[in-house]
């Protein structure tokens, strides 16, 4: 594969290795970063992540505590984005960081991917960037305990577990394979750092449900969260954002929308759609946001009524198609 031999060669002769994730990392991102540097390691190269943030607890306790890096003012060889689509993407840290690489390589699954490195793999629509680098390093790299845990969780997480349109057989036949690597309880061990929650996160859970609004009968549904509300129940802002996936299976609604506060007057905004008819990617776009058919997000700033009023006009027109 040409993507694959010439990344292998420049990553052979490079002294410095550099991976990066996107801004508000998830499962897919940070484990496909952590399965990638173990990748790499199996094949006599170091490499170190960079993330925005710290990840969350659930995801540290996965990883049993994995280093990850926020700056630097080294400039490496080598620099590789996963389950990144767009450089706007990466945090300003990290795009400074990731600028200054000597060569540049892209691997991800968004459909909206910008091909922004020198070098890219982008396999769009598949369920989840683990799933690309399974495939791309397939027949490569020997497969241990440790890539595989990382590769099934952020399949596993990304394609809703296994419920998202992304899923087919070519999907199930790569968990399949990863699962011959697996610890036996590793579902147990997705309830112990995924399943249970924190008093707290609880409480910010009850605030999102309770700030739910419904429009166009019920068809769109809104849950906003405040820098307040946070600071109020000792939580994080990544902390109330499943929020989203919960009104997405109401009874009704078409599309669902968590906006969180991240700073003042600036705010998060997630989007989540079951039904398979409907691209909430096209409404994230018109914001310059992105993502996936049936799960997108993007940033706005300002008035949180006026952001919400253009976020339902364009949740109306997608709904009209």
């Given at each position: ?117 020198q070098f890219n793999y982008v ?80 409480s910010i859970t009850k605030r ?114």
């Amino acid at each position: 594969m040409k993507f694959l031999d010439t990344m292998l060669s420049a990553l052979k002769e490079a002294k410095s290795v550099a991976i990066f994730t996107h801004k508000d990392s998830d499962h897919d991102c940070i484990c496909s970063g952590l399965a990638l540097q173990k990748m790499l390691q199996e094949l006599g190269i170091k490499s170190v992540i960079f993330v925005d943030k710290t990840p969350s607890e659930g995801i540290l306790r996965f990883t049993n505590n994995a280093k990850f890096l926020t700056e630097s003012d080294d400039v490496f060889d080598v620099g590789i984005t996963v389950d990144c689509a767009d450089l706007n993407r990466l945090c300003d840290k990290s795009l400074l960081v990731f600028s200054k690489c000597k060569k540049t390589f892209n691997i991800d699954h968004h459909q909206d991917n910008k091909f922004f490195a020198q070098f890219n793999y982008v396999k769009g629509g598949m369920s989840s960037c683990c799933e690309v680098l399974f495939w791309l390093f397939k027949g490569k790299v020997k497969l241990t305990k440790e890539i595989a845990e990382y590769l099934y969780t952020g399949l596993y997480m990304d394609c809703g577990s296994f419920n998202y349109s992304s899923v087919n057989s070519k999907t199930h036949l790569c968990a399949s394979n990863l699962m011959k690597y697996c610890d036996e309880n590793i579902n147990s061990r997705f309830f112990i750092c995924f399943g249970i929650s924190q008093s707290e996160v609880f409480s910010i859970t009850k605030r999102a449900f309770d700030s739910v609004r419904m429009f166009e009968n019920g068809q769109i549904a809104v849950s906003i969260l405040k820098k307040s509300d946070f600071e109020e129940c000792g939580c994080k802002r990544e902390d109330g954002k499943f929020i989203v996936s919960y009104l997405q299976n109401v009874k009704g609604v078409k599309i669902s929308i968590n906006i969180s506060e991240d700073k003042k007057n600036e705010w998060r905004v997630s989007l989540r759609t079951a039904d398979k008819n409907i691209n909430v990617s096209n409404i994230a776009h018109r914001f310059n946001g992105g993502g996936h058919k049936q799960a997108s997000g993007l940033t706005l700033k300002g008035d949180i009524e006026k952001a919400l009023k253009a976020l339902i006009y364009e949740s109306k027109k997608e709904l009209k198609k």
